[in-house]
């Protein structure tokens, strides 16, 4: 059978650890057999990142710019510990944290739904979107330690100089303090980008913040996803057939656990970090959730929501058996060859990851799946299979989805 040719490349970034094991065996196996892959590698892996003082990040994030579709493998942070096991030059930032500040985007996750790994709340029948606003607020903070008694203020001078200030605090003893920013600009992209998601996923969108007790902060991000609803967005939702809709943050928490799920969770900073985390695990697992950072002017980079699974590479180096969940990282590979496949109008490359996907949701759903599932599965009589033959049952069930087509 002839390969499904691609007419514009794809951005290959390539990461460290189990997943960069992970990533070959993928491409190897699920990709490269039956795509004719046209691809812009750049090797993100922490000793080329440090070879390159991190140009190599940078310059990925802007041939994603160049191209609008990237697929990312997980990337190691470095912290201190791998500052000596890599001998690294600098404390290089987190490539996720660069990447997004280049494109401006908001990540999108979304649990990946198959038969045998139930939800833990009962009434959730369908994905929950979480949206995190990925710039400012706590992430970015000023902090005090306050030693005793004193006043606290806020103070913005303008460039003229003119100073407007608040007092935050008479403090009568020791205590703490703290200051936080955002700019509209971003809030706009960020409002932008659930937007477009929304039409894009046609699911309704929710956004939620605390505006009654932040009258200002919080009050902004609201009127801001307000404002460009009603003057860019109303009548495209109207026509797609789905709502946005504003809530408290508290009674948003409340509707969700009561819900079916089905929707975007459009979430501040601190929020969309805490409730993803909340949401992946109550769907299960990280390996089983897919992530997309998508900017306002639509690029698309697809990455698994996990990191590098660092425990299960030092068994695989010593050449222990390792039954690593891969299902993240195939999924960050259909979500880019599909939307590559939507924005060139190559329909094959689109019915391509679709059926990859189906055939990795059938693989599990029959039973064989890796260890960690196996761990959580109301299916019986599981197969535990290791991170290659898992890899490898997939195809054999991709095979079969061709014939029968
Ligand atoms: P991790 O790689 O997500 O793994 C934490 C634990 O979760 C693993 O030890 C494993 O549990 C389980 N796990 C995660 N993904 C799995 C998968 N695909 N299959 C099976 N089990 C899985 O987090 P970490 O160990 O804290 O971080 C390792 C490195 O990843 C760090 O250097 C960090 O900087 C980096 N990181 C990168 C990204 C990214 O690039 N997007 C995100 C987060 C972290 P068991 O050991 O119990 O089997
Ligand atoms: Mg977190």
Redesign the pocket.
Known sequence: MDKIKMTTPIVEMD?DEMTRILWKMIKDELICPYVDLKSEYYDLSLQKRNETDDQITIESANAAKKYGVAVKC????PNAA?MTEYNLKEMWKSP?GTIRAILDGTVFRAPIIVKGIEPYVRSWKKPITIARHAYGDVYKNAEMIIPGPGKAELVFTAEDGTETRTTVFDYPGPGVLQGMHNLNQSIESFAKSCFNYALDTKQDLWFACKDTISKKYDHTFKDIFQEIFDAQYREKFEAAGITYFYTLIDDAVARVMKSEGGFIWACKNYDGDVMSDMVSSAFGS??MMTSVLVSPDGIYEY?AA???????YYKYLKGEETS??SV?TIFAWTGALRKRGELDGIQELCAFADRLEQAVIRTIESGKM?K?LALITSLENVTVLNSGEFIKAVRETYEGLLSVA
Do not use: M, P, S, W
Request: proline share 0%.
């Open positions: 990461g997980a990337t190691i942070t791998r996720n990280l390996a990455e996990h990191g590098t699974v660092q425990r299960h690593t969940n993240a890796t960690d």
